[in-house]
């Protein structure tokens, strides 16, 4: 049995209804688009990123820690090896207040204002250096460990469900086998109507 052009129109348009009433149920179940990280290293690198990093700050903040050592060994070779070089020295002119003289005295003290003039320059230097070691390790921490993306949004399970199943519907063959889905439907709703 044929279908006539009124009911072939009613059923396209019920069919669109249909499939508009379908995307409107199944939308609030699309997923919506989001923010998404991914890392840009192993957990070991990670790890020496945040190693790196902390040390670097600590060396910006405070580039002379591990000065100490250096200022103090120059101090015990200027106790043990310049003041002992300088009364050896004095005490090789035959003159035994040679020790106790002004010029020894001068002699001393101008060699102790060397060693903290130089103790101040290296002092300087190292701290330098080690603001720029702590910078490059501070840089290298600053890495970025993750990298963001936008995730598009997709469809849910169900609106692909609604779409598959619409795409069917408008798929559902050709010839008889539609016509006689189409009467089916057709009738289907009539029959709904009527109650």
């Not at 009364?87 to 001068?106: I, K, M, T, V, W």
Request: no cysteine.
């Amino acid at each position: 049995m044929a279908m006539s052009g009124f009911e072939g129109g009613l059923l396209q348009h019920g069919l669109q209804g249909a499939g508009a009433t379908m995307n409107a149920v199944a939308m609030p179940f699309a997923h919506r688009g989001k923010m998404k990280q991914i890392p840009t290293m192993s957990q070991g690198q990670i790890g020496g990123s945040d190693w790196a990093r902390m040390l670097g700050q600590q060396q910006v903040q405070n580039p002379y820690q591990g000065f100490e050592p250096i200022a103090k060994r120059a101090q015990t070779m200027f106790q043990q090896q310049t003041v002992p070089g300088l009364a050896e020295r004095f005490s090789s002119f035959g003159d035994g207040n040679a020790l106790s003289s002004p010029a020894f005295a001068a002699q001393l003290h101008g060699a102790g204002v060397d060693l903290s003039d130089n103790l101040a320059a290296i002092m300087a230097q190292y701290g330098l250096h080690q603001q720029e070691l702590g910078q490059h390790l501070f840089g290298q921490g600053m890495t970025p460990q993750f990298e963001n993306y936008y995730q598009e949004p997709g469809p849910s399970f169900l609106s692909a469900l609604f779409s598959g199943l619409g795409g069917s519907m408008s798929k559902a063959g050709s010839g008889m086998a539609k016509q006689n889905y189409m009467k089916q439907l057709i009738e289907a709703l009539n029959a709904g109507g009527n109650q």
